[in-house]
Structures are given as structure tokens and as C-alpha cells.
């Protein structure tokens, strides 16, 4: 019950029904709410798509927040579908809100590179040590949960594909710290642009692998 006078139900009922779907009332708020990121990506996983809107603490369990705009965050399906109806049961699961938990003023995202053919990475998260052990623990969980390792990965592995002829070229026109240069610059733009970002990390455990710059790039 919310509030001690309307079901669960009910309040769900509002938000699917008069906000959430086409021609209702309240679906020029929906639409507003899920237009609202730059460059249309998620802001939970900063790479799909946004296609529907994630309530941040789900409806199932804070039913009462069901169409609180506040609690509307845009999303994309994977990362709604990896979030859905998972009840916080310690400061520690709270998810993080893309617009709240401010956590890109650090860094935190990195990877390291793995010695295969083709080179792979491993994403990882490593807070600063400054932020309250509840906020380090979030941004674990949100990583974990939303499966970012794995999505990053998969990202990165394209870049490379797509990257490795012209590396290619670097490193037999001008060697090994030629091509450590080139990928730091780009460690810096892309550091520029999202210092969380998976191009960033990606870039920056490239520039830092002997092994990748000397020809692991291949
Ligand atoms: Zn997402």
C-alpha cells in the first residue's frame, strides 16, 4: 500500500497507464524524461542507446515513486532489464543515479591489457580511495550489475579491429614509441570528452603496454 489508501497495483497502474503509454496523459513527460541525454546513450552504461525510461528504485518495491520524475531515469533496455526489480537491502546495493551520484569528477574506470591474439581487455573498477567506502561499493555493484566488464570489453575489441592496420603502419614507419604516442593522445581526447569512458581506460592500458605497442596490437 502507498500511503495507506492506494495498492501497489494501482500506483503501478498509473504509471504504465497514464504516463508510460502512447496517447496518455502523461506521456509527453515520459517522452521528455527519455529525450533528455546528450547524444541519445544510456547513462548508466554510457554506450546503448536510450529506449526506455528505468526507474531508478524500482516500482515493485517503492511503488509510491513509480511516476516521480526523479526516480525516471532514461535507459537502455539491457541495462533497465539487469536492473529490474532488484531491492536494495544495504546502503551498499543502492544503485548509482546517473544524475545524483556525481562519480565523474574522479576516475575510476580502468583496464589492463591481456596478452592474446587478438590483444583483449580487462575492465575494472578502482575508486579513489578519498570516496566513503558505500560510494567505492556502488560503483563495484553498478559495474557488476549491469555487466560492463563484458560490454567494454566487446566495445574495445571493435576499436581495436578497426585501429590495428594503421597502428600497423606507425610502428614500421617509426617503432614502438611512435604508436605509445599516438594512443596516448588519444587517451587524452577521449579523457577530454569522458573520463570514465571505456575509450579512455581502453586507450590508456593500450599506451601503457609495452607489449601491445611493440606489436601485441596486431
Ligand atoms: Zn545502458
Not at 4 to 27: L, S, W
Not at 36 to 64: E, I, M, N, S
Not at 166 to 188: C, F, K, M, P
Amino acid at each position: 500500500m502507498v500511503g495507506g489508501v492506494i495498492t501497489k497495483d494501482e500506483m503501478e497502474a498509473v504509471y504504465t497507464q497514464r504516463m508510460a503509454k502512447k496517447g496518455a496523459p502523461g506521456r509527453d513527460i515520459y517522452d521528455k524524461l527519455i529525450s533528455a541525454p546528450a547524444q541519445g546513450r544510456c547513462p548508466l552504461c554510457a554506450q546503448r542507446l536510450v529506449t526506455t525510461l528505468d526507474h531508478h528504485l524500482p516500482k515493485a518495491h517503492y511503488p509510491a515513486l513509480a511516476v516521480a520524475p526523479l526516480n525516471l531515469v532514461p535507459s537502455c533496455a539491457d541495462c533497465n532489464k539487469a536492473k529490474l526489480d532488484i531491492a536494495p537491502r544495504a546502503a551498499t546495493d543502492v544503485p548509482l543515479h546517473p544524475y545524483f551520484d556525481d562519480i565523474d569528477q574522479e576516475r575510476w574506470l580502468y583496464a589492463e591489457v591481456i596478452k592474446t591474439r587478438p590483444a583483449a581487455l580487462r575492465f575494472y573498477v578502482d575508486a579513489p580511495n578519498t570516496w566513503d567506502v558505500v560510494l567505492q561499493r556502488r560503483v563495484r555493484t553498478h559495474f557488476k550489475t549491469l555487466g560492463l566488464a563484458r560490454l567494454y570489453a566487446t566495445e574495445a575489441a571493435e576499436e581495436l579491429f578497426n585501429i590495428h592496420h594503421y597502428l600497423g603502419d606507425i610502428h614500421a614507419a617509426t617503432g614502438t614509441d611512435a604508436v605509445r604516442s599516438h594512443l596516448q593522445e588519444r587517451a587524452a581526447s577521449c579523457r577530454h570528452s569522458r573520463r570514465n569512458g571505456w575509450r579512455t581506460a581502453a586507450y590508456d592500458a593500450w599506451a601503457a603496454s609495452d607489449w601491445f605497442c611493440g606489436g601485441g596490437f596486431m
